[in-house]
């Protein structure tokens, strides 16, 4: 577990790099305008932009010359939670600043977008092409009879017809919503149906790991059951012709139309995200256009700081809030880099080839891809030029202390480490990046600007160097406005807003550092409770996972019903690895070591594999729940899940041993 004490960071920028920061430059002009401090660093910022937070909206909005195209009355109408009412009165389009690139002369012939397959060969897609590409497909779906407020579909991979399709979806108005195409059919529909879109983008296959990947008859599927389609049109990425009844691509982006943007209110949908849904149907959550736009500048200007010189990669799919998040790096006129393969192939270094061949300034990853290349023993630095990224930043789950450790040895020691958590519910960071702050291993920075960020305990009291709940005490910009198909906001409030009425809970659990860093230990819903005392499965996973026989594990903690708890550790074992006695004393003694005896697990046990999201998070909770002796179909929604067999395994454990 990381250590809460104010020990040495590992990196802590240089004064000219503080000084050249946005965020640097952002406060000073904040503190002429609008009454910021203009001392005391990040600390007295972020302060400021949560005890004064109309003030900092309004100041973000003006900082990045957000265009209203009719005023607002005032920042926030209604502060509670939920149904904070931002900027009402104010219209505006989220494509309009996402194309405002290109509206320069000089940048015009500029890549907008950096196109990376599995041949690692970058093809660029300029500013101004984008735009006409967005203004074609604009008036192309007008002409479908595409309205504001209608929901369009993407069954894409991280391609640039993915981002034409999105930003020419909100250019009119439209609402958009994406899955991957390795998504099986059911999986997608459990999404789709909810919104009953109009209109399917859709690709006849993929490439991945080397292979062809043939989705026609998905598709076929797809358009058999979302009966309010109104037009499908085909992306050949295999060659393949449209089918009958769709329209090909290529027709639909072929003129040079100056794209009309749909100016419209500030909450008005821009899309629908899925949450992992690990019971019931995915939570499909519906964010703003103001609320995704003023949130994404500011984290992106401003933390990630990001402008027209970088160029910005995130391995991501399009089922994942990270493309969006991706995509909206061309709010800053920032060279986005697209890349639509698998994250090891040809070899577990490909990320960091790619991150050399497009001159990537942000290398954005998961911490378990860091894991996975100290495994395999990569060393970045000595084989790619990676001279030109100024941070790599990681997600998707907390990076361990040794994945701070490899970065800082293996791609350069005077790197900037951005451990970022969010969540696809706000479709940001909740905590992260500051290019101001010095880096401590195991630790997030500090909390996001805008974002009252506290862990509280059961009664709701703020703690500090204790582990608390995540909650957030204010409202943000790109917090859900509702959830689709919930008409009375019960499964949105029941969400988020039942244990601290008015206040966000998130389900993790933080420790927030006297230093105002933060650490974070895993869910609070699957969290380890013995003896009154909780942990964070994170920290163990990263103990154990350091030992080479264990390929990854999953760790449970069972009330028991005669008040006793079970805490089993289950191991998927690297290849010519072998359970024995020898390695469970060797797993046993390491987590005592490194964390404390409470710690070390009642049982080790041999699994086939662990359980995943679709978008690779370990399923936790569902898998307590069988083990509980609920049923699969109870514990679990089946399209949610990457291998559902891996999940009988522990149901048929469940049987023997109740």
């Not at 002009?29 to 309004?58: I, Q």
């Not at 789950?397 to 040794?402: C, E, N, Q, W």
Request: glycine share 8%; net charge negative; aromatic share 10%.
């Amino acid at each position: 577990m990381s250590s809460a004490a104010n020990t040495a960071p590992l990196w802590q920028p240089d004064a000219d790099r503080i000084a050249a920061a946005a965020v640097t430059r952002f406060q000073s002009w904040a503190a002429e305008r609008y009454g910021a401090p203009a001392g005391g660093g990040y600390a007295a910022l972020h302060r400021w932009s949560v005890d004064e937070l109309d003030t900092f909206w309004k100041a973000v909005a003006d900082w990045f010359d957000v265009r209203f195209s009719t005023p607002y009355e005032t920042v926030l109408a209604d502060r509670s939670m939920p149904g904070a009412q931002w900027f009402p009165g104010a219209t505006l389009n989220y494509a309009e600043h996402a194309l405002r690139t290109a509206e320069d002369p000089s940048r015009a012939d500029d890549p907008a977008l950096l196109h990376v397959d599995e041949t690692h060969e970058p093809v660029p897609v300029s500013w101004s092409e984008l735009r006409r590409q967005v203004g074609s497909l604009a008036a192309e779906l007008r002409a479908l009879g595409v309205r504001p407020g209608d929901r369009v579909s993407g069954y894409l991979p991280n391609v640039p017809q993915a981002t034409v399709a999105l930003l020419a979806t909100a250019a009119v108005g439209g609402v958009w919503t994406s899955c991957a195409p390795d998504f099986g059919a059911r999986s997608v529909l459990d999404r789709f149906q909810q919104v009953e879109p109009v209109v399917l983008f859709a690709v006849d296959g993929y490439r991945y790991g080397g292979k062809e990947h043939d989705r026609t008859d998905t598709v076929a599927e797809l358009r058999r059951e979302l009966p309010t389609l109104r037009a499908v049109i085909h992306i050949p990425l295999l060659g393949t012709e449209a089918p009958e009844g769709a329209t090909d691509w290529s027709a639909l982006i072929s003129s040079d139309t100056e794209p009309v943007f749909e100016q419209v209110p500030f909450e008005h949908p821009l899309w629908v995200l899925y949450s992992s849904g690990t019971t019931g149907l995915p939570k499909a959550i519906v964010q703003s256009q103001g609320g995704i736009l003023l949130e994404h500048f500011k984290q992106i200007g401003l933390h990630c700081d990001l402008g027209p010189e970088d160029r910005f990669f995130w391995y991501t799919s399009t089922g994942w809030m990270m493309w969006n998040f991706l995509v909206s790096g061309l709010l800053t006129g920032t060279t986005v880099v697209l890349y639509d393969g698998s994250p090891g192939y040809p070899g577990t270094g490909a990320q960091w080839r790619i991150a050399e061949r497009t001159g990537a300034t942000l290398f954005g990853t998961s911490a378990a891809y860091v894991m996975a290349c100290a495994k395999a023993e990569v060393h970045p630095a000595r084989d790619y030029d990676l001279s030109r990224i100024k941070c790599v930043a990681t997600t998707g789950s907390p990076l361990p202390p040794d994945g701070f450790r490899w970065l800082h040895d293996e791609v350069a020691s005077d790197l900037w480490i951005a451990s970022v958590s969010g969540g696809t519910d706000v479709c940001s960071c909740f905590a992260g990046a500051v290019p101001t702050l010095p880096v401590h291993i195991g630790e997030l920075q500090a909390a996001c600007l805008g974002t009252d960020l506290q862990a509280w305990d059961p009664q709701g009291k703020p703690l500090i160097n204790e582990v608390g709940e995540l909650v957030v005490t204010n409202p943000m910009p790109s917090m859900p406005v509702h959830f689709w198909n919930d008409p009375d906001g019960s499964r949105y409030h029941g969400s988020y807003f039942d244990t601290y009425p008015g206040v966000w809970r998130h389900g993790d659990w933080i420790t927030i550092t006297g230093h105002g860093s933060v650490v974070i230990h895993g869910r609070s819903d699957s969290t380890l409770n013995r003896q009154g005392v909780r942990m964070g499965s994170a920290d163990i996973y990263e103990v154990v996972e350091r030992l080479p026989e264990i390929r990854e594990s999953l760790v449970i903690g069972l009330e028991e019903p005669d008040g006793g708890y079970w805490m089993p550790l289950f191991v998927h074992l690297a290849e010519g690895a072998t359970l024995d006695d020898a390695l469970r004393t060797r797993v046993k003694q390491a987590i005592r070591t490194e964390l404390s005896p409470r710690h070390v697990p009642d049982e080790i046990i041999e699994v086939p594999g662990v359980p995943h999201t679709l978008t690779g998070k370990r399923i936790e909770v569902p898998v307590k729940r069988l083990l509980q002796g609920a049923a699969l179909a109870e514990a679990v929604n089946p399209g949610s899940v990457d291998n559902l067999d891996l999940l009988r395994f522990y149901e048929t454990l469940a049987r023997t041993r109740h």
